[in-house]
């Protein structure tokens, strides 16, 4: 039931807006930003749905706690707040928050043909990214190595945009592996 004063989402759908209520610069790198935004309705329904929608997801039941990885930024979702970090500019976060309320309605609209997960999905393995990096440790990333960049990437911190070969022809069909495996697709 909704609180005195709380927005009724459209009939059939779990969400209606998602408002951005403060930003700031990120601690990591202050060129980067956090950014924190309010759902106007509780999801904590259709976050084990999420868990088990989302490649690379991590959900803690006890705390209802989603988080994940998107084109480098990390997102947590919770039941009445949910927060991006490391987010490149305004537009991106902006852009991010609205898939994100694309996907938990989408989620929601199908939840009785999804198995809910109420657990930790697991993550990819430096090893298991490394494979399919083009493993030259031509150090164009910054981090020396490929070994060194999978390190980063399986933390959550690494992007794929990072490694400039990765962007090219060549390397189409291991980076879409790359983007399936850390959720980025
Ligand atoms: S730029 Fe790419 S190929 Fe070169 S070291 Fe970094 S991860 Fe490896």
Not at 24 to 53: F, G, H, K, Q
Not at 104 to 119: C, F, K
Not at 126 to 151: D, H, S
């Amino acid at each position: 039931m909704n609180t005195p004063g709380e927005r009724q989402a459209p009939a059939g759908v779990c969400l209606g807006t998602i408002r951005i209520t403060r930003v700031e610069p990120c601690l990591a790198d202050p060129s980067e930003w956090r950014l924190y935004a309010t759902p106007d309705a509780d999801i904590s329904e259709t976050l084990p749905y999420l868990n088990a929608v989302l490649t690379g997801a991590r959900y803690t039941h006890e705390t209802r706690t989603l988080s994940f990885r998107r084109q480098g930024m990390l997102v947590t979702v919770m039941p009445r707040e949910i927060r991006l970090a490391l987010v490149p500019t305004l537009d991106a976060g902006r852009a991010l928050l609205e898939w994100l309320r694309g996907t938990i309605n989408d989620t929601y609209a199908r939840r009785a043909s999804i198995v809910p997960r109420e657990g930790l999905q697991r993550l990819p393995s430096a090893l298991e990214l490394y494979k399919l990096l083009p493993r030259t440790n031509c150090a164009r990333c910054g981090f020396g190595t490929c070994i060194a960049f999978a390190l980063r990437l399986a933390s959550g911190i690494g992007r794929l945009g990072e490694c400039p070969l990765l962007q090219e022809v060549g390397f189409l069909k291991p980076r879409m592996a790359l983007q399936m495996l850390l959720g980025e697709a």
